[in-house]
Structure formats: C-alpha cells, structure tokens
C-alpha cells in the first residue's frame, strides 16, 4: 500500500507558499535595495526574517537554526537572531496525537501501554515528545513525528535557497554549495526513525563502557518509521547545575567530552547538534553525576580518513608541520588551497584547536568573555576569505565545525576547568585511520547500519 505521507506535491505545494510568502518577501525586498542602490537595515530586515521563520515552525526553522551555528553561513545580524529561535512547534492536540498513533501502532495502540500523557513534555520541529509507561512499568519517551513533514522539507530545502542568497547579497566569501547539501542530506536522515533507532543502538554499543554517559534502550515493537519509543531517562536540564561546585561540574564536562570525542575518535560518529536542550543530568544518591543523551536524530557518520585530517590538523597545529596541515585540509576536501587561504583557516583552526593545544587546566575560554568567545576570530577568517577567496566549504566540514562550535558553547556555560589536551590525547591514544576504519565497520554492522553509512 503506498504510503500516504510520501514527499506528495499538493502538501509541498502549500507549504512553498506559506513559507514563500514570508521568507520570499523579505529576499525579493533584499534584492531590490541591492539593486536600486537603497540602502538596507541588516539588523530590521534580520529581526523580521526571525519572526518569519519562527512563526512558521518545521523544518524551515531548523534549518535557520543549522545555518546560525555554521560560523559565516549567514550575516552576523542574521545569524544573532536566528540562533534566538527556539525549537518549539504548537503541539498537535490529543485528538491529533490519538489519530496519529493509531495510524502507527493500530487502533488498539492505547492496549499497548499502561498509560500514555496527553499533553506532550516536549515540541520541536519535527515532531513532539510523550511520556508513557510500558505495560510492565518502564518509563517511555515515544517521539511522534508530525504529520506531511517529507513534503515540508523538501518544500523547505528549496526556500533554504533563498536564505543562501540573502548571504551572497553581501559577498561571496563563502560558497555555501556544499553547506546546502549536506544540510539536505542530515535534514533527511532526521525523518526517518528506523534509521534514528539504529543510531540509538549505535551510540548504545559505542558507549557501553562509560558510566558517566547513559543512552536509551529502544522499544521496537513500540517503534515505527514516524514514532520512536525508547527509555524515558529522569534527569534535570544542563543549565540547572553550571552554579554547582566545581567538582560536579567538571564530572559533567569530562562527560561531556567523552561523550562527543570518543565515538568520534575511535569510530568516526558524532552527534551533529549538541544543544542544551539534547542533554540531561541523571544525580542518583549511590552514583556521581552523569549525563544522559536524548535524541539522535543528528548523527553525522565520517569515512574515516576524515577522522584522520581532524588527527593531522591537530598533530600538524601542535608541532608547527605545516605539510601536515595542509594535507589535513586537502583530506577534508578543501581544494585550490593558496598560502593565504591557508593562513586563514589556520586561524579558526587554532581557534578550535586551542584549548586541545594548551596542556594545563583551563575554561573552555579561558578568560574570554562568553558573549565574545570566538567573534574575533571569525571575523579575521571572514575578511581574509573576502579578499583571498572563495572557498567552497567540504560537506563533512559542515557539522563537523557546527557541532565543535555547540559543543563549546555547553563548557562555556559549564564553566568546567578541567585538562583538554590530556582528555583528547586520551581520546585519540592509539589511533590509526585503519583502527577507526575497522571499528566503525564492525559498530555499524552490530547496529544494522552497515549499508547505510553516511558518505
């Protein structure tokens, strides 16, 4: 039977013009004060193309969200307010919720658990979240996928054109050819919740070892291509503890660390959106604190010679091997690589790189104001590109960078003082681009994912 939520025209028809309407407007209005040589209020036009987006919800807003984290993917003005957007959709109602589940589960879907919340305890783009509990007693978080949301992203994916050409209105540092595709590419992943249930199992074997990191058990009887049911983990929001003593929060930072490098160094994965609201702090009498991963939706799978740039850059940066450097970047897949643009990534690189070079107990700023950290760099990479590019940034760059920058952002709020040049040394002890090559191929093999490796 064909499947009735398939990317359909008519559906993708309505949403090109309620997404049009808004985020057309405001570009065909861009080029006209481009072309008439009016002048143009970057900071009005960004406040209002915020409130566009984030009246809309879906998958146009997180993508405006992807694009404020990805540094010179957009203007400053724009990416200061899009990154404000909060991933928060109206919730579908009970009477929604109810015809949704019985087209997943069957009409007897409410047989099937003890209870199931009415009201959602959490709504985000693409879908909301319900508490329930098993019939058995067990704690569930079900994630519901809203409904006609294929045919929104690919609606979306288009309108993300016209984000972009708002971007080369102003110049044309950056070519964002790439940065579309691989937003695309993730944006579908995310649809599809048999492919996120094999991640949960992924991330599940990766982590075993590592106490201070929980990770959910999937339910698949209770699990559908649109609604995923895994353990509901007890545990408070990350902010609530960056005013604890030093001691719990620098557990939580060396978890946190954990939690992002290792699958990454040892197996090639990461999870490409590490925002607050992805993470929770589990606090049990008889334990220390620990973290617990939510969502995994977003997770980025790297042919492992990637893993090795990442490595050389880092040896590269380290030992002042600039051969090693370069190489780095044409691994990653940067081509046409002169001297200055060289020297223009190396300052972001360095800036990335800095607290993994510096072999003493540090802040992730480490003296920087929050609201400043990483701003000057920026900028100086952003005015050498002006005069010394384009450069066309690769795809397995894309979340690579946005989730190092995310990443950094929760030790700003942390405020962890811990040893990151030892903690990623560890992380990367031993490490061969066969080994990751190796281990990545037997992970994804255990969590049915071998044929579907992301390239």
């Known amino acids: 039977m064909a499947d009735p939520e398939k990317n359909r025209f008519s559906a993708r028809a309505r949403r090109y013009a309620r997404v049009g309407a808004n985020v057309g407007g405001i570009a065909a209005r861009m080029a006209g004060a481009r072309f008439f040589g009016f002048g143009l209020d970057r900071a009005a036009n960004a406040l209002e193309l915020a409130a566009a987006l984030g009246g809309l919800k879906g998958p146009i807003m997180k993508v405006a969200q992807l694009l404020a984290t990805i540094p010179d993917a957009l203007p400053p003005e724009y990416a200061n307010e899009l990154i404000k957007l909060q991933s928060q959709a109206p919730p579908m109602g009970w009477a929604f919720v109810k015809r949704r589940m019985t087209a997943e589960l069957g009409a007897d879907w409410q047989k099937k658990f003890a209870s199931f919340e009415h009201h959602p305890a959490a709504a985000a783009s693409l879908g909301q979240v319900h508490r329930a509990q098993s019939l058995d007693g067990k704690a569930l978080a079900c994630k519901l996928q809203y409904p006609d949301m294929q045919s929104a992203v690919e609606a979306d994916l288009r309108q993300l054109q016209l984000l972009f050409a708002i971007r080369r209105r102003f110049d044309t540092a950056i070519d964002t050819t790439e940065i579309a595709k691989e937003i695309g590419a993730r944006l579908r992943e995310e649809l599809d919740y048999h492919r996120e249930a094999k991640h949960v199992a992924l991330y599940r074997a990766m982590l075993k070892d590592h106490e201070a990191i929980r990770v959910p058990e999937i339910w698949p009887e209770l699990s559908t291509g649109r609604l995923l049911t895994l353990d509901w983990l007890e545990g408070r929001k990350l902010l609530a503890h960056k005013d604890d003593v030093l001691g719990v929060r620098n ?98 690189a360095r800036f990335i790189y800095g607290p993994l070079l510096d072999d003493r107990v540090r802040t992730i700023a480490d003296g920087v104001k929050p609201s400043e950290y990483g701003r000057r760099e920026a900028f100086r990479v952003h005015q050498a590109l002006k005069t010394k590019g384009p450069v066309t940034v690769p795809r397995e760059f894309v979340f690579m960078d946005r989730a190092a920058v995310g990443l950094g952002a929760v030790f700003l709020h942390l405020a962890a003082e811990l040893n990151f040049h030892r903690l990623f040394n560890e992380a990367i002890e031993d490490f061969s681009v066969a080994k990751v090559a190796g281990r990545q191929k037997a992970a994804l093999k255990a969590a049915g994912l071998e044929a579907t490796a992301t390239t």
């Open 251 to 348: 557990r939580l930072g060396t978890a946190m660390f954990a939690a992002w490098w290792f699958p990454f160094s040892r197996f090639g994965v990461i999870h490409g959106d590490p925002h607050l609201g992805n993470y929770t702090v589990f606090d049990e009498k008889k334990k220390p604190a620990g973290i617990n991963l939510l969502d995994y939706g977003c997770i980025r799978i790297f042919p492992p010679s990637f893993v090795g740039g990442v490595v050389d850059l880092y040896r590269g940066l380290e030992r002042g091997d600039d051969d090693l450097v370069v190489h780095a970047y044409e691994t990653w897949g940067f081509k046409r690589l002169s001297r200055e643009l060289i020297d223009a990534l190396n300052i972001w």
